[in-house]
C-alpha cells in the first residue's frame, strides 16, 4: 500500500493546527444549528463557506480531487457515507442522518473533523448507529498514546463497532493530517493491536470512523464521489484531528 510521509509537528505548529481546528469546530457548529427538513444540502455549504470567510480561511476540500470537488464540505444523508456534494435542489427531510465533513486552512496548516447527526425525528436504529459511531471515534482517541501504535487505535474502533453488530469501513481511513490533508500515517477502523506506526508526540491525525449497518460494502455513485452503502442502509461518520502527546491525547477539532 501507498504510504505517505509522517511528519512531526513542533509546539509551534500544534498551536496552529489548534487554531485551525477551532475555526473548524465553529463552523460544524454553525452548519449543525441549520439542520432542519427543508435546508438544502447548498445552503449547508453557504453558510459553512461563510464563517471560514470570517476567519479568513478555505477549505481544501475545494478544488480537491478528480474531479475536483466543487463545495468546501461534503454533505451525505443516510445511506450516502461520506463524500456526498451539495446541491441547491438536494433538501433534508424529518429523519434523515446526516453527515457533515469538513477541512479549515490556516496559516498553512488543515484541521479535518466530521460529525453525524438526525433531522428532526430519527429511528431508534439511526440513532444508536450514531451513538455507537461518535463512542467508536472516542475509542480510538483513547489509544492515541505515544508508544502505542496505530493497529491499537483501529481495533480499538473495529472492537466497539462490531460489538454493537455494526460494520465498519474497509475502503476508507483515518490519516496523518498537517500541512496538506492527507499525511502519514494511515489508520483504517480495523486491524490488530501491536501492529502499525508507532505513534510519537507530535504527530497529528485525523481518526474517522465510518460505520455501516447492513454490511462493510459500498460503491462511489456516478457523480465519482458519493460513497454510498452498497445495501443502501443507513451509515454514519465521525472524525476529529487529534495530536499525539508526551501525555492524553489532545483534541484539535473543538471549540
Ligand atoms: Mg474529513
Ligand atoms: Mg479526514
Avoid at 509522517?6 to 496552529?16: G, R, T, Y
Avoid at 489548534?18 to 449547508?44: M, S, Y
Avoid at 451539495?86 to 477541512?103: A, E, F, M, Q, W
Wanted: charged residues 20%.
Amino acid at each position: 500500500m501507498f504510504e505517505r510521509q509522517v511528519n512531526i509537528k513542533s509546539p509551534a505548529d500544534l498551536k496552529i493546527m489548534r487554531a485551525a481546528g477551532r475555526i473548524n469546530a465553529t463552523v460544524l457548529a454553525r452548519v449543525k444549528e441549520l439542520l432542519q427538513p427543508g435546508v438544502t444540502t447548498a445552503d449547508l455549504n453557504a453558510a459553512a463557506e461563510e464563517v471560514l470567510k470570517s476567519h479568513g480561511c478555505v477549505s481544501p476540500f475545494k478544488g480537491y480531487g478528480h474531479p475536483p470537488f466543487p463545495a468546501s464540505i461534503t454533505v451525505s444523508i443516510n445511506d450516502e457515507m461520506v463524500h456526498g456534494i451539495p446541491h441547491p435542489k438536494r433538501k433534508l427531510k424529518d429523519g434523515d442522518i446526516v453527515s457533515i465533513d469538513c477541512g479549515t486552512v490556516f496559516e498553512g496548516f488543515v484541521a479535518d473533523s466530521a460529525f453525524s447527526a438526525g433531522v428532526g425525528e430519527i429511528s431508534p436504529e439511526a440513532a444508536n448507529l450514531l451513538k455507537v459511531t461518535e463512542e467508536a471515534l472516542y475509542a480510538g482517541i483513547a489509544q492515541m498514546r505515544k508508544g502505542r501504535r496505530t493497529g491499537d487505535v483501529s481495533v480499538a474502533i473495529q472492537n466497539h463497532v462490531e460489538s454493537h453488530g455494526l460494520h465498519v469501513t474497509r475502503e476508507y481511513t483515518g490519516h496523518g493530517v498537517g500541512r496538506s490533508m492527507h499525511e502519514g500515517p494511515q489508520v483504517p477502523n480495523y486491524g490488530m493491536a501491536g501492529n502499525g506506526t508507532l505513534l510519537r508526540a507530535g504527530m497529528t491525525i485525523a481518526l474517522e470512523p465510518m460505520v455501516l449497518i447492513g454490511t462493510h460494502e459500498t460503491r462511489v455513485l456516478p457523480d465519482q464521489w458519493t460513497v454510498v452503502s452498497a445495501d443502501g442502509t443507513l451509515t454514519a461518520h465521525f472524525e476529529h484531528t487529534v495530536a499525539v502527546t508526551e501525555g492524553d491525547p489532545l483534541l484539535l477539532t473543538v471549540l
